[in-house]
């Protein structure tokens, strides 16, 4: 029970760390606490933690999506083009929907078709689809929605400091949490990410889930454009830039392990919650994008490094209670399903 | 006629011991792979080293070779106990192995390969390529591969890798050569080729040991026989006085009474058939039928063919000749699932890698395949996952604290149970049995039987595969053996004998027994034809020239693409070939080429830098700053600071890559945004412009030098000494065969953390270097430099050849490749298309040539590998 309890403890480590955050932030930065602050503060987070989820599957099953920001900006720029053609906002909506699966389709179709990384790919398109954003409005901005939208983007639930744009994370997480806990399809993500092979040669259809994965991303990135549009009441192709580095360390943060098959939703809750403050305080404190960006930067360094120290201990530990056979090569490569098959010896 | 090895020396005295064990015992988790053996290897004479799968002999090779270290007792040489620390040690004390499975460097030269770890250099410590072309060209000669050095050793077949692994055994001055299975994948003329070979070394007194299951081979070559069972060491005898039958009594050795559960097979219809199956070279016209509640035991050595047979009937590989019928039925399946769904289930012989997903609970693990059917709503049912499994998990009496402990705990006799209850969840019909008892204690392997018998009594019908004689003699009702993927015998459990098996299995000859192989293998057609072609690898030099056309079509294409640009564009704006423009696309290019070398050093060690525009941000910044503060100073300075500020970040890099031991692409996401804030926070939001600057720094990469901008030749300078270090220095090559194999780099002995980091500190130079560059052409420098600017590179050196996957890579491809990324975007911008959309069409560039590398590379090496999901 070694493994679950050090995810324990890395959870408990992030709620201490993040409540402890919140506190030193309500007594030393001005600003922060209050309604409105607070408010800020979960709005801007909106789509991060939407991208978030499929991202937790998808590095879970040893794959990785860098372009999700792009398709944010894609996404979010077909919605405004569909609006300023007239194109009621619910259809619209579910065009865009439908859009973003298409977009993480292609990422899908590569990756299980081709059998190209999914580095590599989602670097590709990480270009790609931005650059398509860029063909169709240029740096032009749209920025005419319907008040339903704007309103969506503004407002808060009731007389409560909640946006109504986390909602849909608020609504999404649980679902992911379950599904991925207790459902069959949740077990087999895990496998798959755990020992691809073993997988495969138990019947998991592996190539049909990491494609499914994908198109949820793109899906999910579409809904995270919907509702950066309405939050930001525009639509650009250069929406979103630099968001992938805040997800992927919110998913590597919350102990989602950066070579698969291992890592809960739980903690990344809590690393959303860090994260999210960490930004809020730094903008309170004057402290601009980039060196913002540095932050974030060195959170996700140091937290690999501090969880490969206890996993290499952890690690040695379970060496020594058993083995079946002799010492195995530890090239292991992130973000890769693909690994050479190298042929065993008897 | 017969070419001589030149290398091996020895001073030994003939008979005189060089290499031994001395009560050697190794001990994997719960396994004895070896216990108390003692063998010694004597100068001028060939030791075999005989036994069953699973008797220890590899054992034997990993020790003598310095990949393990015994548990208890030593490794004795020269008379003294020594401590093997690494396959390395082993080889610069003497010892050279050649293994069963060469761990070779595709990417690398089969001249390289041979020589990777000791390669000649000359008195200046440069690569002498000559010497090591033409010491090769010996070597091959010698073992009788017919290629030349210089091919890329992933274009040759399996065989001829297995001679560039006997070439590279031979090619230190070695005194021992221990050989494993050497003859497995080679022809008869190659394998007649290595006997002459080793008859040469004889004489020369090195001491040899030979592991090889062919006996013809055995009483052929060496003097004495160590025969180990168990672990165990049995007998050693000179050659002379060990009759083959006696031989195969020794490995053998158990009684056989009274283990196995007693049986009255009833059996009955034909349930599942396969009809001249055939894969490859691998197996062929392989036909047998099992019933329901019949036991079929597939017997055979490494090699023949009884895996690859199993993994065809459950879809994981799709035969390429033949039929199989499942109740009458014609099937096909091409993938597990299919295979599950009619019925079929197939315990792998590979627990770890392919039936247990190590780190989940043995409940996960035990329901994988079943799951849907431990559902309540869509939801997964504690209670129902634990019917599913704990009939058959408490019938087999697995020992385990919960059903949440990771299976990695668990000895390896209830791991192989957790991994039968879950192929028995799935109420399978037929049951494929691979080694079902390998690396299990011997009670659970009693328990595991009495389940087997018990499940054949109920109707399944079984193929069990095992290498363990008296397992399979105990359990089956007929018995198949197989041999080099055709099927030699069959018999009834009632006639079968171990020795019948073992003969059909090894081709051993009894005194008085013909043996139609030992004819066939004289004229050579006993392995299957595409080991037969004795110029098998003759086809190398269309091969080369192959090849060569391949390359040429790379750079060809890309010039041709650069054509295809450069015409129209010219022809619609003519200010393309203008001087001023191609100053600019001169300068654009070679500050990009610097840059691309950069990310190319890392690449090759399978490593990358996302952070390498941030780093020129960063250190351009940094140039401009010292010269404007200290205008005075030498503009050499500046590119100084740059460079000292790039190498920082790339130590930074490598450091937490190698010695952190995180991936490359997550720490330089983070560094790309950590060195960007840095860069942000010291320019404080302002900039410094060209007046603010000394004038000769600004001259320093725009003054010309006959009609060529100063910054053209430093980047020409750069791609020089790259192109010499990656292709002259040893140094160069190990970091291509980093890229090709990081594990056999390591084994080889390449110092593979140093290497990196110095990788990743080379490349912040570089970048840094660049950035001082960048400063000194641009002159406005703010933070936003460089911005972005990691996608180009990477498009860049993905067009121009270099592998993602480390191992590949040149500088005339990099050049060739910023060249035509440029000339496009030059294009475009001159066609009036807006310069936003560039970075759409640098992601399609990326996709694109990866796709074509992938095609080119999985085209050319089709014809050897096997398709594996």
């Known amino acids: 029970m070694k493994r679950l309890s050090w995810l324990a403890t890395w959870d408990s480590f992030l709620g201490v760390a993040t409540i402890g955050l919140v506190l030193y932030a309500a007594v030393f930065v001005p600003g922060f606490a209050t309604s409105f602050n607070i408010s800020q503060a979960i709005a801007g987070m909106s789509e991060k933690a939407l991208i978030v989820l499929p991202m937790v599957l998808l590095i879970i099953s040893r794959e990785i999506d860098l372009s999700v920001a792009s398709m944010l900006a894609l996404t979010s720029v077909t919605l405004g083009m569909l609006v300023q053609a007239g194109v009621p906002l619910l259809p619209a909506t579910f065009i865009v929907l439908l859009f973003g699966g298409v977009l993480g389709a292609f990422n899908g179709l590569m990756v299980t078709w081709l059998g190209l990384p999914s580095l590599v790919v989602t670097l590709g398109t990480l270009a790609m689809f931005r650059g398509i954003g860029y063909i169709l409005v240029g740096s032009r901005s749209i920025n005419q929605f319907p008040d339903a939208l704007t309103d969506f983007g503004i407002n808060n639930v009731g007389e409560t400091p909640l946006p109504w744009t986390i909602v849909p994370f608020l609504i999404l997480a649980p679902l992911f949490s379950v599904v991925l806990q207790r459902t069959p399809i949740g077990r087999r993500i895990y496998a798959i990410g755990g020992n691809p092979d073993a997988a495969l040669y138990s019947g998991v259809k592996t190539q049909r889930i990491r494609f499914r994965l994908f198109v949820l991303s793109g899906m999910i990135c579409a809904i995270a454009g919907v509702v950066f549009t309405s939050r930001l009441a525009n639509a650009r192709a250069n929406n979103a830039v630099g968001f992938e580095l805040d997800v992927i360390t919110i998913v590597l943060l919350g102990g989602i392990n950066v070579f698969g098959g291992r890592g809960r939703l739980a903690g990344v809750l809590w690393a959303i919650c860090l994260i999210a403050i960490v930004r809020n305080v730094l903008g309170l404190s004057r402290i601009g994008g980039d060196a913002q960006g540095t932050v974030i930067g060195l959170i996700l360094i140091l937290s690999l490094l501090l969880s490969n120290s206890t996993n290499l201990v952890l690690d040695h530990f379970r060496s020594l209670l058993s083995r079946s056979a002799g010492p195995r090569p530890s090239g292991r490569e992130p973000f890769s399903s693909l690994n050479d098959h190298t042929p065993e010896q008897p | ?869």
């Not at chain 2, 050793?153 to 055994?169: G, K, Y």
């Not at chain 2, 070394?201 to 168990?230: C, K, N, P, Q, W």
């Not at chain 2, 040429?552 to 200010?575: C, S």
Request: neutral net charge; aromatic residues 4%.
């Open chain 2, 1 to 869: 006629m017969n070419p001589q090895p030149t290398e091996f020396v020895s001073e030994k005295r003939a008979g005189e011991c060089v290499l031994g064990l001395r009560n050697a015992t190794k001990v994997f988790g719960g396994t004895v792979a070896l216990k108390d053996v003692s063998l010694d290897l004597r100068s001028g004479e060939v030791l075999a080293l005989l036994g069953e799968n699973g008797a220890g002999k590899s054992t034997c090779v990993k020790l003598l070779s310095g990949l393990y270290k015994p548990d208890q007792g030593e490794i004795i040489l020269d008379g003294v106990p020594v401590e093997l620390t690494s396959p390395l040690d082993a080889f610069r004390r003497g010892i050279s192995v050649v293994h069963q499975h060469p761990g070779l460097f595709g990417d690398l030269s089969v001249a390289e390969n041979v020589f990777i770890g000791h390669m000649p250099v000359d008195k200046f410590r440069r690569l002498d390529h000559a010497e090591m072309q033409r010491r090769a060209a010996e070597l091959l000669d010698v073992v009788g591969l017919d290629c030349g050095p210089s091919v890329q050793l992933n274009r040759l077949r399996s065989s001829e890798q297995q001679l560039v692994e006997i070439a590279r055994a031979l090619s230190a001055e070695a005194r021992v050569l221990i050989l494993d299975e050497p003859t497995a994948a080679l022809s008869q003329r190659e394998v007649e080729r290595l006997f002459s070979v080793i008859q040469q070394l004889r004489t020369r007194r090195v001491a040899m040991m030979f592991v090889s299951h062919r006996m013809e081979e055995i009483y052929r070559l060496s003097d004495r026989v160590t025969v180990l069972r168990d672990g165990h060491h049995v007998a050693t005898e000179p050659v002379s006085s060990m009759s083959r039958d006696r031989a195969v009594q020794l490995m053998v050795g158990r009684s056989l009474s009274g283990m196995y559960p007693t049986k009255d097979p009833q059996p009955g219809e034909i349930l599942f058939e396969v009809s001249e199956l055939g894969l490859g070279d691998v197996f062929t016209d392989v036909s047998f039928a099992v019933r329901t509640g019949e036991i079929l035991g597939l017997s055979g050595l490494v090699g023949s063919g009884r895996t690859e047979i199993a993994r065809v009937i459950f879809g994981i590989d799709h035969a390429t000749e033949g039929t199989m019928r499942l109740a009458g039925t014609r099937i096909s399946f091409h993938s597990p699932s299919e295979a599950m769904a009619a019925g079929i289930a197939y315990l792998s012989e590979d627990r770890l890698d392919q039936s247990l997903v190590m780190d989940q609970a043995i409940l996960s693990n035990a329901t994988l395949p079943t799951i849907e059917r431990a559902t309540v709503a869509g939801l997964i049912s504690v209670t129902k996952e634990l019917a599913l499994v704990r009939p058959d998990l408490d019938r087999m009496k697995l020992r385990f604290r919960s059903y949440d402990q990771p299976v990695k705990t668990l000895s390896g006799g209830n791991q192989q149970k957790v991994v039968v209850a879950k192929w028995l969840a799935t109420k399978p019909r037929l049951l494929i049995l691979d080694e079902p008892t390998q690396g299990v204690d011997v009670q659970t392997k009693a328990e595991v039987h009495s389940l087997i018998a018990d499940l054949a009594r109920s109707g399944m019908a079984i193929i069990l595969i095992s290498s363990e004689l008296p397992e399979l003699l105990g359990m089956s009702d007929r018995i198949l053996v197989l041999r080099e993927g055709r099927v030699m015998d069959e018999m009834e459990r009632a006639d079968a004998t171990p020795e019948r098996v073992l003969k059909a299995a090894t081709d051993a000859v009894g005194e008085n027994g013909s043996c139609a192989s030992t004819d066939e293998r004289l004229a050579g057609t006993t392995s299957l034809p595409a080991h037969q072609e004795p110029s098998s690898s003759k086809p190398s030099s269309p091969l080369v020239s192959a090849i060569r056309r391949l390359l040429l079509k790379r750079e060809f294409g890309l010039v041709a693409a650069m054509a295809a640009v450069i015409i129209p564009v010219a022809a619609i704006n003519p200010r393309m070939l203008s001087g001023p423009n191609l100053t600019a696309l001169s300068m654009d290019a070679a500050l990009l080429i610097i840059v691309a070398v950069a990310q190319m050093l890392v690449l090759l060690t399978r490593n990358i830098d996302l952070s390498v525009a941030s780093v020129i941000g960063l250190s351009a910044y940094g140039a401009a700053t010292t010269l404007h503060a200290h205008p005075d100073l030498n503009i050499l300075a500046g590119l100084a600071v740059a460079s000292g500020i790039g190498l920082l970040c790339g130590l930074v890099n490598g450091v937490v890559v190698t010695v952190g031991r995180v991936p490359a692409i997550v720490v330089t996401l983070g560094t790309l945004s950590v060195f960007r804030g840095v860069d942000s926070l010291w320019t404080g939001g302002k900039q410094i412009s060209a007046d603010q600057v000394p004038q000769a720094w600004l001259d320093l990469t725009t003054g010309r030098v006959a009609g060529v901008p100063g910054l053209v030749f430093i980047a020409a300078g750069v791609l020089l000494i790259t192109g010499f270090v990656l292709r002259s220095l040893p140094l160069g090559r190990e970091l291509y065969a980093i890229g090709s194999n990081p594990d056999g780099a390591e084994l080889i002995g390449i110092p593979v953390k140093r290497r990196v980091l110095g990788a990743f500190a080379v490349a912040g130079l570089l970048a840094g270097f660049d950035g001082g560059l960048w400063a000194s052409r641009y002159a406005t420098i703010d933070a936003r430099v460089a911005t972005g600017f990691e996608l180009t590179v990477i498009a860049c050196v993905v067009v121009g050849g270099v592998a993602i996957r480390g191992g590949a890579g040149t500088a005339l491809g990099i050049t060739l490749g910023a060249l035509t990324l440029l000339i496009i975007r030059n294009g475009l911008i001159l066609i009036r298309v807006d310069p936003l959309w560039l970075e759409g069409v640098y992601g399609l560039v990326i996709l694109g040539a990866v796709t074509i590398n992938l095609i080119v590379t999985r085209r050319s090496q089709s014809h050897r590998r096997r398709k594996l999901p």
